[in-house]
């Protein structure tokens, strides 16, 4: 229940984006706001897949869920505290990864697409403003 007001949040979100393309709300600040809520919810649902793709116990993931032989020598050599967060990577030996081959390249994505919302979000209103102090 708690997720669903995130979520449908972002449902409107999508829907406004979509509506404000035909009638020239992108020009508003209000539709580059709604565009930074979709991609910021859009990249960390996909982070998060990322970073719990193993589960609680990487061994029995690798070996139950995915028929993978699990390395436990090649892990602690190239475990390194960082590579955690980005880009995601959860191995279960030298071949085969347990990230999807999708999430990262869409937490980058959506991610440029958040600073390129608020970089937006920011033009509009100072021009916004501008126009309003300019025209009193």
């Given at each position: 229940m708690s997720l669903m007001i995130p979520l449908l949040i972002t449902a409107w979100?999508?829907?406004?984006?979509a509506r404000g393309l035909h009638a020239d709300d992108w020009r508003r600040?209000?539709?580059?706001a709604h565009a930074a809520w979709v991609s910021l919810v859009?990249?960390?649902i996909a982070w998060f897949r990322g970073l719990f793709s193993g589960g609680l116990d990487t061994e029995e993931a690798c070996q139950y869920w995915h028929h993978q032989p699990y390395d436990?020598?090649?892990r602690r050599a190239h475990l390194?505290?960082?590579?955690?967060?980005?880009p995601l990577s959860n191995k279960c030996n030298a071949g085969y990864d347990l990230v999807?081959?999708?999430?990262?390249?869409?937490?980058?994505?959506?991610?440029?697409a958040?600073?390129?919302?608020?970089?937006?979000?920011?033009?509009?209103?100072?021009?916004?403003l501008w126009r309003r102090r300019r025209a009193s």
């Open positions: 979100s999508v829907w406004r984006l600040p209000g539709w580059f859009i990249t960390l436990e020598t090649y390194d505290d960082w590579s955690r967060l980005f999807p081959v999708w999430v990262n390249p869409t937490v980058a994505v959506f991610s440029l958040f600073v390129a919302a608020l970089a937006g979000l920011v033009w509009t209103s100072a021009n916004r």
